[in-house]
Antibody
Framework: EVQLVESGGGLVQPEGSLRLSCAAS????????MTWVRQAPGKGLEWLAY????????YYADSVRGRFTVSRDNAKNSVYLQMNSLRVEDTAVYFC??????????WGQGTLVTVAS | IVLTQSPATLSLSLGGRATLSCRAS??????IAWYQQRPGQAPRLLIY???TRATGVPARFSGSGSGTDFTLTISSLEPEDFAVYYC?????????FGPGTKVDV
């Protein structure tokens, strides 16, 4: 069974940093690209970042480029999202998802990040 | 690429037919996916490549369209179908989601 479990969320002050993790199981992580998506409270989905199966290729949304970095360790079956210079508007539930060719077919349950002083 | 979804809210009855629209600001070929999100849950993939149902998705869900105009149809609404539906384009980077359509009773 494919499982994705996010962790690392919590309360952080503006301008602070946080590193999210996504633990993958039930499939061979090194064969799949992965994506991060977030959802602010009461709002819609916002695509954030993509990493290819090897990690050599990454893409970012304009809203986080230069502040967030996606990485992965296939040997540890994990994907990461390093978030720096956090803003109040980054408050959201953060999901990781497994990528197919043109969609994200499995999603984790998300981890909540709250940016507040 | 900006995706626009209409209507914002669709109020229907059990057994009713739901027609949801997603329009792209430029052609995305058929690189559109549809997701369902129930309250408090993660999104669930319904349709990819504009018209291909994902594994385990009931046949009452169907997708169509190409270029800039796409439609998700639910032929006969079941209680578990009342949710928010999002389209997503994967034609180019960055990928984007539409604002969603809420289907309620």
């Amino acid at each position: 069974e494919v499982q994705l479990v996010e962790s690392g969320g919590g309360l952080v002050q503006p301008e602070g940093s946080l590193r999210l993790s996504c633990a993958a199981s039930g499939f061979t992580l090194s064969s799949y690209a992965m994506t991060w998506v977030r959802q602010a409270p009461g709002k819609g989905l916002e695509w954030l970042a993509y990493t290819s199966s090897s990690g050599r290729t990454t893409y970012y949304a304009d809203s986080v480029r230069g502040r967030f970095t996606v990485s992965r360790d296939n040997a540890k079956n994990s994907v990461y999202l390093q978030m720096n210079s956090l803003r109040v508007e980054d408050t959201a539930v953060y999901f990781c998802a497994r990528d197919g060719e043109v969609s994200s077919d499995y999603w984790g349950q998300g981890t909540l990040v709250t940016v507040a002083s | 690429i900006v995706l626009t979804q209409s209507p914002a809210t669709l109020s229907l009855s059990l057994g009713g037919r739901a027609t949801l629209s997603c329009r792209a600001s430029q052609s995305v070929s058929t690189y559109i996916a549809w997701y369902q999100q129930r309250p408090g849950q993660a999104p669930r993939l319904l349709i990819y490549d504009a018209s291909t149902r994902a594994t385990g998705v009931p046949a009452r869900f169907s997708g169509s369209g190409s270029g800039t105009d796409f439609t998700l149809t639910i032929s006969s609404l079941e209680p578990e179908d009342f949710a928010v539906y999002y389209c997503q384009q994967r034609f180019n980077w960055p990928s984007t989601f539409g604002p969603g359509t809420k289907v309620d009773v």
